[in-house]
C-alpha cells in the first residue's frame, strides 16, 4: 500500500489518468443503462405457431405437427422443442443452446418448415418468429359514449400507428374486442329453388377463398416461390362467389341464396371503462428498448 500510495505522489498526473479514466467508463456506462421492472434477459426460444380451422387436437397433431417436428430434428443449435395441439390451431417452442446465434436459428427453422411439401389446404401459413422478452410500460384506454366497437377498434389501430412513428417504441398490444366473423346465413327454400347442397356451397366457398403455398420454381440463377391468394376478408367479397349455372345460363351466386354480415365472434374478450365499451392499448418495452423513455416518449 505505502508502495502505491508514494507512487501517486512522484507521479500525480498518473493518478489524474485513472480517476478520468474511471469518470468517462463511468458516464458511458450510465447512458447504456436500460431501465426495466425485471433483470433483462436475452430470449433463446422461437416459436411456431399453426392455425388450422375446424381441426381436432389429433388432426393438428398428426397432419401438421409430426411433420414440423421431423423436419427440426436436423437443425443445428436446437436443444429441445415442445408441441402443444388444441382445436383449431397448435404450436410449437424451440428452445436454442446458449450462445447460439438466434437470427440464424430462425432462418434454419424457416427453411424447414418451408421444405414440407404438403400441408391441409386450409391451413392458415404458419407463422415463425423468435420470442422477446418485453416489461409493460404504459396503458392506454379508448372509450366514450354510445360508440359502437368497430369504430373504437378503428380508432385503435390508427392510435397504434401513431405510437409505432415514434422512435423506441417497437412493440404494441391492441385488445379489449372479439375476433371478427363473417356469417353465411342461407336460405333453404332457395335452396331448394336452385337444387344446391350445404355440401356444394361449401365446397364453393372453399375453392375461392384459399391461401396455399404451391411448390418452387428454379432457374439457373434464382428460385420463385408459388403461392396462390385468393382470401377474402370481409362479407361483400362473398357475395359474388358462383355456385352454379341454371338451364338459361344465368349464374347463381350466393348472394341469391344467402344473406351475408361481418359480426364479432361469440368470443367474451371485451373490454370496458367505467361500463362502456373500450379498446385498450399496451405499449411494451423490448430488451433493447428503455422502458421510462418508451413510457415518456409521446408525451
Known sequence: MRNIIKYFINYPIAGWLIVIAFTVLGLAGVSNLKSSFFPLIENRNISINVIYPGASPQEMEEGIILKIEDNLKGIVGIDRFTS????????????????????AALSDVKNAVNKIPSFPTNMEPPIIAKQIFTSDAISIVLSGENIPLMTLKSFGRKVEDDLRSFE???????????????????????????????????????????????????????????????????????????????????????????????????????????????VQLNVKATISEDLIEVAENPW
Open 84 to 103: 402443444t395441439s388444441k382445436e383449431n390451431s397448435a404450436n410449437i417452442l424451440i428452445e436454442m443452446l446458449k450462445g447460439y446465434n438466434i437470427d
Open 168 to 278: 423506441g417504441i417497437s412493440q404494441i398490444n391492441v385488445s379489449g374486442y372479439p375476433d371478427e366473423e363473417i356469417e353465411i346465413a342461407l336460405n333453404e327454400d332457395k335452396m331448394r329453388a336452385y337444387q344446391l347442397t350445404f355440401q356444394e356451397i361449401a365446397a364453393a366457398v372453399t375453392s375461392t377463398n384459399i391461401l396455399v403455398t404451391g411448390g418452387s420454381i428454379k432457374t439457373s440463377q434464382e428460385e420463385y416461390l408459388i403461392r396462390v391468394s385468393n382470401r377474402k376478408y370481409y362479407g361483400v367479397e362473398f357475395d359474388q362467389i358462383v355456385l352454379k349455372s341454371n338451364e338459361n345460363g344465368k349464374l347463381i351466386r350466393l348472394q341469391d341464396i344467402a344473406v351475408i354480415t361481418d359480426k364479432w365472434s361469440e368470443s367474451p374478450d371485451r373490454a370496458y371503462f367505467n361500463g362502456k365499451p373500450s
